[in-house]
């Protein structure tokens, strides 16, 4: 029993010998973000307005002349070509309104004609003594007027050849028309008042009115040198983006701006011309105006770096001890390929913690893993 007793007692020594050579557990190491270099490059800076499409001509199709709509020759809505016909009104009075001035214009240049001869005759009698002075002043009187008369019927004949065409109507230019508001075998054209037809918009190109703010205009005109009534108003772009379109996918031109700021609103009124060549964009739709004011170096982070509380926004840095800090930024605009422009708070050699913000935080170490930048470019 003592022999045992002893074997017990060595062994329980040795595993409490073992135990105490056992290795402690070493602590976790910090955890791994992503971290990038901010990127420098050139940055447009934008004025973000609002503004409204309007048609470059609008025409109300009026009859000219008085009679019946004879024909329709379009559909309601539709596009129509520059000097397309649109109406007919009866012509046959018209017709022989003009045959019947034609012809009177044969008969005074006959008039005209015989009244020359014979002045030419009684004046080369007078030369010889055998005719009258009475008689060579009588065929001078019936040759001039046979000449005014001559004079009256050419214009009595050119207007009515000018009603004869106005049996016609035509479009003055390319453009969408609006629904006809007369029907066929209506009288149109009464002398008491013009007959409305139809309404006609020319939409390519098509304008897009805008206002700019008296504090946007001085950004504009300090920064991009642009001034209203320069001469370069056409070389100036704009771009615009309609309700359901993303960004500003339409590329044109400013046109127009006006020649005071309304004292009112304080705002300056503009135009841009965009091109509309389908038609698409109609007058009268809401729009996302963009006008660039300057393009200068910027550094820009990916936008998902930059958070946001109460004291404003920030980004995450890696400092040399691998500890991150906070800084706080002045951002900028947010740019196509979901960089965000910083204008203060970045020196440009910074590590800034682009992923795994979660494990980040003020004051934490870290395990800084560098990320791919983004390739550099010059917009």
Known sequence: ????????????????????????????????????????????????????TQAINTVQLVARVQGYLDKVFFHDGQMVKKGQLLFLIQQNTYQDALRQAEGQV??????????????????????????????????????????????????????AKLNLGYTRVVSPFTGRIDRRLQ???????????????????????????????????????????????????????????????????????????????????????MRGTFPNAAGKIMPGLYARVRVPVETRMAQLVPATAVGSDQQGSYVLVVNAQNTVERRTVKTGPLEEDSLRVIEEGLSGNERIVVSALLKAHPGSRVTPEQENPAPKGVR
């Open 183 to 269: 029907d066929p075998g209506n009288v149109v054209g009464s002398s008491s008042s013009n007959t409305n037809l139809a309404q006609i918009s020319q939409v390519d190109p098509i304008y897009v009115y805008f206002n700019v703010s008296d504090s946007d205009l001085a950004r504009l005109t300090k920064s991009a040198d642009w001034k209203p009534g320069k001469g370069d108003v056409g070389k100036w772009p704009v771009s615009a983006g309609m309700t359901g379109e993303e960004g500003y996918p339409h590329s044109g031109r400013l046109d127009f701006a006006s020649i005071s700021v309304t004292p009112t609103t304080g705002t300056l009124l």
């Open 106 to 159: 044969l008969t005074q240049q006959a008039q005209l004609k015989y009244a020359q001869s014979q002045f030419l005759r009684y004046s080369n009698l007078l030369t010889a003594n055998a005719a009258a002075q009475s008689d060579v002043d009588n065929w001078q009187y019936q040759r001039d007027s046979a000449e005014a008369n001559l004079k009256t019927a050419s214009a009595n004949a050119a207007t």
């Open 1 to 52: 029993m003592k022999e045992a007793a002893a074997v017990a007692v060595f062994l329980l020594s040795f595993f409490c010998c073992a135990g105490c050579k056992r290795e402690k557990p070493q602590p976790p190491l910090p955890p791994k973000v992503s971290v990038s270099q901010p990127l420098q490059r050139k940055v447009t800076y934008y004025l973000e307005l609002t503004g409204n």
